[in-house]
């Protein structure tokens, strides 16, 4: 069965984004210390449209692909479309992913403004969904079929999908290096807290890859 | 060669206790269900003076019989040794450990206060160090010899030895709880951040078991 599910990187200080986050580090300082093991990996590469990359000898890779080809359709707060406030909403802003957008798939983008259908490259259109996350959630699952619905985040959207009952599976991407401070996942999830189960664990070299299904 | 190692049960949201901690919840509100997956093990049974439990059909279980066996001395924090403050210098107050405390190893307490050695059954001896962590850990690495050294906790203990450079090996067992609230591990560790690898995962099934190597 189809199912709801999140992944994101996360220091093992439990940060999903560094302090002191700026135009000039969107990730916060450090923040992008949390992606150099994902970057190098031939499923990331392809789907950024590259052609190289480490193979199944690294099994972080294994992790990506599998999340990929599960997933039929993403959904996603507003400032992982478009960081930048305010100038989003020009026609011209079509986020900062591209062209052609990574996902290859229907994203549904939570926001406050009512916008038209983006679709850009490569199979990813845009949609833009001002009812709240459980009406995305819901959108996104027609638009998934058979396939898995992906909370790409940010870490409020995950906290939304985790407090409001809507996801099915967790998968952090634990990172072995401290931030010292930033924007924490693991909080705001409701009362009472939700009850997680360890589903598989998978060792990466730079990451260790933890599946968590949730009540 | 002798290594200096803390192992702690952390949940998933980082903390070593849960809040509100007082003398009805020593570890917090929550804080005893970081520790279930361990009571259940032959090897905690075994070090406890019981004779059952869950052997190695349950991974967890050579996860704790290893860091036993490789043990040859311990360091813990004042309230690790007794935490009801103030009474502990009376000389009827050995700790909270019984007259057999499951360490059988020499125990170095970390404390303002001299004391003069106190010997218990079944070979753990307790030491009282008034010169700070890295004095204990000296004292400890000596009374080890080959064997390693376990930094028993508190979270301010390890903090301290992390802090100070002294610990080699970090042994998280992540239990997949969310608690809200309480005392965090992965704090106060000193500037610049520790610097940490992946040594090895070990999955449990009711707890992940992350060893880091420190440089």
Do not use: C
């Not at 930048?84 to 996902?103: K, L």
């Not at 994203?107 to 996350?133: A, D, I, K, W």
């Amino acid at each position: 069965m189809s199912k709801v599910k999140a992944q994101i990187s996360i220091s093992l200080d439990g940060f999903i984004a560094g302090p002191n986050q700026s135009e000039e580090h969107p990730l916060g300082e450090g923040g992008m210390d949390l992606h150099e093991w994902v970057f190098k990996l031939s499923s990331w590469q392809q789907a950024h449209g590259r052609e190289s990359g480490e193979g199944d000898e690294n099994p972080s890779n294994a992790v990506i692909q599998e999340a990929q080809e599960g997933t039929g359709a993403v959904v996603m707060g507003r400032n992982m479309f478009a960081p930048v406030r305010g100038e989003w909403t020009e026609p011209a802003w079509n986020g900062w992913w591209g062209d052609e957008p990574p996902f290859h798939t229907p994203v549904f983008v939570l926001t406050h403004h009512e916008r038209e259908p983006l679709e850009m490259e490569g199979g990813t259109t845009f949609y833009f969904v001002t009812e709240g996350v459980e009406s995305a959630i819901v959108q996104a699952k027609e638009a998934a079929g058979d396939l898995d619905v992906s909370i790409g985040g940010g870490a409020a959207t995950i906290q939304q999908a985790i407090a409001a009952g809507l996801l099915d599976e967790l998968l952090l991407n634990q990172v072995p290096i401290v931030l010292g401070g930033g924007a924490r996942l693991l909080e705001n999830l409701g009362e009472p807290a939700p009850k997680l189960e360890i589903e598989r664990v998978v060792a990466g070299p730079e990451a260790t890859h933890l599946y968590y299904a949730l009540n």
